[in-house]
């Protein structure tokens, strides 16, 4: 059995570095890439978040970050391209990022995130990470998983299931041998 954390990243120094040691992979939340947002949204402050990634980065641990995209909060190109610029440079180029539609539910009433804007900004994406994914839509556009060397079709993402295609059993792609999965 595999042990995953999923976290909105804001977590004390001393706990996180004891569970560090006990946990396979974390999937973290990066809510937005300015201050700003983490102060009005979630009474919350963004670089302990970041603190926290690269801990999980520095430790070894598989990292995925998700982030919702939600119109008017968080969609800003800039801010958005800053946020991928980040990760890529410090967290390295194949860390996995998710991009979630938002719907508006419970205290936000913000319109649902357009998918013109989810496709843009995963286009935007896709030019500094290897792995970039959407959620919360049927489309074709971020469901599939192909390797950085040769481009080969290796996994496939269809609502919540997910197809193992070019992967061999240590995670290296059957076609020309590169590491992708290093969790399994």
Not at 98 to 114: I, Q
Request: aromatic fraction near 10%; proline fraction near 4%; include cysteine.
């Amino acid at each position: 059995m595999r042990n995953v954390m999923v976290s909105n990243g804001y977590i004390n120094a001393a706990p996180l570095g004891e569970i560090l040691d006990y946990m396979d992979a974390f999937n973290i939340d990066l809510k937005a890439f300015t201050d700003d947002f983490y102060k009005r949204v979630t009474s919350a402050r963004l670089q302990p978040v970041k603190d926290t990634i690269l801990k999980i980065r520095k430790h070894g641990r598989h990292l995925e970050l998700t982030h919702l995209v939600i119109t008017g909060l968080n969609d800003q190109e800039e801010q958005f391209e800053e946020m991928v610029k980040w990760i890529g440079g410090e967290l390295g180029p194949e860390t996995p990022l998710h991009l979630s539609r938002y719907f508006p539910n419970f205290e936000m009433e913000n319109k649902a995130t357009p998918l013109p804007k989810l496709l843009q900004l995963y286009e935007l994406a896709t030019h500094y990470l290897h792995f970039v994914y959407l959620g919360n839509v049927a489309a074709d556009e971020g469901r599939i998983t192909t390797c950085p060397g040769c481009g080969a079709h290796l996994i496939d993402r269809i609502g919540y299931s997910t197809y193992k295609k070019g992967l061999d059993a240590k995670g290296r792609c059957k076609k020309c041998g590169r590491s992708v999965i290093s969790y399994i």
